[in-house]
């Protein structure tokens, strides 16, 4: 038989972790497999790149949209679990296969496959007949850079305290800021609770001065955070900040800087991600795909 749509392999996907127990995306690619009785050339079968295996792709697809729908979590790489949304999606006699029409009912999966657009006008259905293919690949675009960023999140906060200060010197010097790699590099520190602070060049010449707090947190940042910072900049001499975290910020925390007279630049991880994925730290290109048309110039009339 031929290799399965990502859709296909949603129902037994979920059915696998019916047990509440945690599996690993490789045991998936083999019991799916399995299940499908696919044979070892169909099993080994490669994307046209060369570079991954159709069946690993179609899987990991798989996966990414029952936990976009929140069907399953990963609690940590590579590693999930069914959620009790999931196990009620199981529990239904009347429920015998999952595809892109049935996660549409969950709000964080339309939010997901419509990232970006006006939630008062998401689409309840997964596809747009009167769209183009250019629409269609820019939309699909959109979801593999949000699996992306998401991603990334999840290294970030995952990782060490030492990577997080490399990754925010690095990203700085690659937005232009800090100066060197070097001179960036002395200049930002760890504090001590899960964040880093410094005093970053705004440019090469260190003509003017940028104080930074990096904070690599799960609750969201509240105004109080923001006042100790403002206050911060006074005693550096500073007049301009920027506050990283992976987290979010407050209402109140946006709205106060707001109100100052300091110039403070707040990036939350929907942000930072965006700049990661911009400049290219911490991802890397997968694939290159050149649209052509026809030249309508070229068989012009003389």
Do not use: C
Not at 46 to 73: D, E, F
Not at 116 to 142: A, F, H, M, Q, W
Not at 201 to 208: A, F
């Amino acid at each position: 038989m031929t290799i399965p749509g990502y859709q296909e392999f949603m129902y037994p996907f979920l059915k696998m972790l019916e047990d509440g127990q945690e599996h690993s995306l490789r045991e998936s690619y083999n019991r799916l497999a399995d299940e499908f009785n696919l044979t070892e050339q169909e099993r080994e079968e490669l994307l046209p790149s060369g570079k991954q295996r159709i069946l690993h792709n179609r899987v990991g697809w798989t996966r990414t949209y029952l936990k976009k729908a929140g069907l399953l979590n990963t609690i940590r790489p590579g590693i999930f679990v069914i959620t009790e949304r999931g196990r009620k999606v199981l529990a239904d006699p009347n429920v015998t296969s999952i595809d892109n029409a049935f996660l549409m009912q969950f709000q964080e999966f339309r939010l997901f496959k419509n990232k970006g657009e006006d939630e008062s006008n998401l689409v309840v259905s997964p596809v747009k007949n009167e769209s183009t293919p250019l629409e269609e690949i820019e939309r699909n675009y959109k979801v593999l850079k949000e699996e992306a960023k998401e991603d990334l999140l999840d290294k970030v906060m995952n990782g060490t305290p030492l990577f997080f200060e490399k990754l925010v010197v690095d990203l700085l010097v690659a937005m232009g800021y800090g100066g060197t790699m070097k001179d960036a590099g002395q200049a930002i520190g760890r504090s001590g609770d899960e964040g880093i602070d410094g005093i970053i060049k705004e440019d090469i010449l260190g003509l003017d001065m940028i104080y930074l707090q990096a904070k690599r947190w799960e609750n969201t940042v509240t105004r109080p955070e923001l006042q100790k910072f403002s206050g911060s900049l006074d005693g550096k001499r500073a007049r301009k900040g920027v506050f990283i975290t992976t987290s979010t910020f407050s209402d109140g925390a946006k709205e106060y800087v707001q109100m100052i007279d300091k110039k403070i630049i707040l990036i939350d991880g929907d942000a930072l991600t965006e700049f990661m994925f911009t400049y290219n730290i911490g991802v890397s290109h997968e694939e290159t795909f050149v649209i052509k048309k026809v030249d309508e110039d070229y068989f012009g009339e003389d």
